[in-house]
């Protein structure tokens, strides 16, 4: 391998690398614009969470955890020719 396919190779990487950093960054987001909409219909926190916000959240967190890993099986056992529903 020369020197300048080792270099873009570590480039190549260093890109993907990236990418899954942004997307973790996304779905961060995600999940706490729709759970912050979930848990304060007021859109105002309280000065400090009570129990029943907290629970909320952290459920909230979990099933949207749960429905990602969910879709992301999914989707790698019908790209692996399955079918996933049946």
């Known amino acids: 391998m020369s020197g300048n ?3 873009l190779e570590r480039f190549m990487q260093q890109l993907l690398i990236e990418g899954q950093r942004q997307k973790f960054t996304e779905q961060v987001h995600t999940l706490t614009s729709r759970c ?3 848990c304060f219909a007021d859109y ?3 000065a400090k969470l009570d129990a029943k916000t907290q629970t909320c959240l952290q459920n909230c967190v979990n099933r949207m955890v ?3 890993n969910f879709m992301v ?3 790698q056992k019908e790209g ?3 079918h996933a529903f049946s």
Request: without cysteine.
């Open 80 to 82: 692996a020719g399955g």
């Open 36 to 38: 912050w909409d979930i």
């Open 66 to 68: 749960d429905a990602s």
């Open 5 to 7: 396919d080792a270099n």
């Open 44 to 46: 105002r926190p309280p």
């Open 73 to 75: 099986e999914h989707l």
